[in-house]
Structures are given as C-alpha cells and as structure tokens.
Nanobody, 125 residues
C-alpha cells in the first residue's frame, strides 16, 4: 500500500516557476514507477511526466518538454516536478501517482495503482 500527498501548488505569473513535491508512505516507493498528471475541471486527467524507480529514465508530455523536470529522492520517499516557464495553459490540479512496477514508462491513468489528492496550480497571464 502506498499513500501519496502532493504539495507546492499555488498561484504564479506566466513565466514563473513552481516545484511540486509528492511525499509517499510505504515500503514500496523506491521500487515504484512514479508519474505526474494534471486535470482541468470538466476534462480528462492527462499525463505530464513519469520516472522509473531509479530516476534514470524519464518521459514527458510534448507540451512540457524542456520546461518541466521530474526527479525523485528514494531516501526521502519523494518525487518532484520542477515546472519552469509556466504558461496559463498549465493551470490545473496536479496529481502524483504510483504504479506497482519498477521500470515501465506508463502514460495512461489506468496503469497506476495509487493516487494523491492533488494540488492546484494556477498560472496567471
């Protein structure tokens, strides 16, 4: 069982930066694929970024490539999403998720087993 809690969301102007954190409880974090997703009200939850268990393999949704960076610290049971050069269209609730797999790069919500409660990111123009 893994419990996830996101933090770090807030209001930022376009062009600014935020770093989201996702703290995990449970012994399996260091062997879990971790992903970030986001959701705008009334729309489907969409993939943002994913990292494998060690952090040496990552993958990003095209619109965030070069602006967002996913990383993890297994000693702290935490995964991060550094978001730079934010745009108004990045406004959403951001969720972290864990999958019971070490190395697969999952982009679908259906491949994840555990979810956090989400943190709001609002980017003003």
């Amino acid at each position: 069982q893994v419990q996830l809690e996101e933090s770090g969301g807030g209001l930022v102007q376009a062009g600014g930066s935020l770093r989201l954190s996702c703290a995990a409880s449970g012994r399996t974090f260091s062997s879990s694929v971790m992903g970030w997703f986001r959701q705008v009200s009334g729309k489907e939850r969409e993939f943002v970024a994913v990292t494998n268990w060690s952090g040496d393999t990552t993958y990003y949704e095209d619109s965030v490539k070069g602006r967002f960076t996913i990383s993890r610290d297994n000693a702290k049971n935490t995964v991060y999403l550094q978001m730079n050069r934010l745009k108004p269209e990045d406004t959403a609730v951001y969720y972290c998720a864990a999958a019971r797999d070490k190395d697969s790069i999952y982009v679908s919500i259906y491949e994840y087993d555990y979810w956090g409660q989400g943190t709001q990111v609002t980017v003003s123009s």
